[in-house]
């Protein structure tokens, strides 16, 4: 966790899966929003907790996105398929990442044997495989933004499938 140090720039251009332009302010709606970065749509254990961010920010009315640096496809398919109803944006070239501080990739740490124990636990939850993409090597994290792109709080994963708890989330989102 992190102390308001950074922030992102409202005009960063994004896409939407289906490729038309959006910038980040037009997602800044709510006082603070909580954006995940999916290593890719495909991840099992993102995609897991992406949903179950989905369905927590529904019930709390908050804000929440996520973002990926490819598989539009993938992030259509959450959509369609699982009933994701945040907006999904895609950044092909990670520039979101660069302002948040999570450029560093997993590298070894891919490794991590509570990675793969990760996938299965979104297997047995009925996660389906995508195919994998370049982005395979981000980490996972979360954020928390406020209106102005200013960053209020940042988790970002250690390995494949290291989210923060969503209640430690959502306590984040609280003392904003």
């Not at 289906?18 to 929003?33: C, R």
């Not at 047995?124 to 928390?144: E, L, M, Y």
Request: with cysteine.
């Amino acid at each position: 966790m992190i102390e308001a140090v950074s922030s992102v720039p409202l005009d960063l251009e994004l896409r939407t899966p289906a490729g038309e332009p959006a910038t980040l302010g037009d997602h800044l709606t709510a006082q603070v929003t909580v954006v995940q970065l999916v290593r890719y749509f495909g991840c099992l254990p993102c995609q897991e907790w992406l949903v179950e961010l989905d369905r927590a920010t529904a019930t709390e009315n908050l804000g929440a996105l996520a973002i990926g640096g490819s598989a539009d496809y993938q992030a259509t398919w959450l959509q369609e398929e699982r009933g994701v109803r945040m907006p999904l944006l895609l950044d092909p070239e990670q520039r979101f990442r660069e302002h948040v501080d999570a450029v560093k990739p997993l590298g070894w740490r891919m490794a991590d044997p509570r990675g793969a124990a990760a996938y299965v636990r979104s297997l047995r939850h009925g996660f389906k495989p995508q195919a994998i993409t370049r982005d395979t090597v981000r980490s996972p994290g979360v954020v928390i933004l406020d209106r102005d792109g200013q960053l209020q709080w940042s988790y970002i994963g250690n390995r494949i499938g290291d989210y923060p708890p969503i209640d430690k989330v959502l306590d984040a989102v609280a003392r904003q």
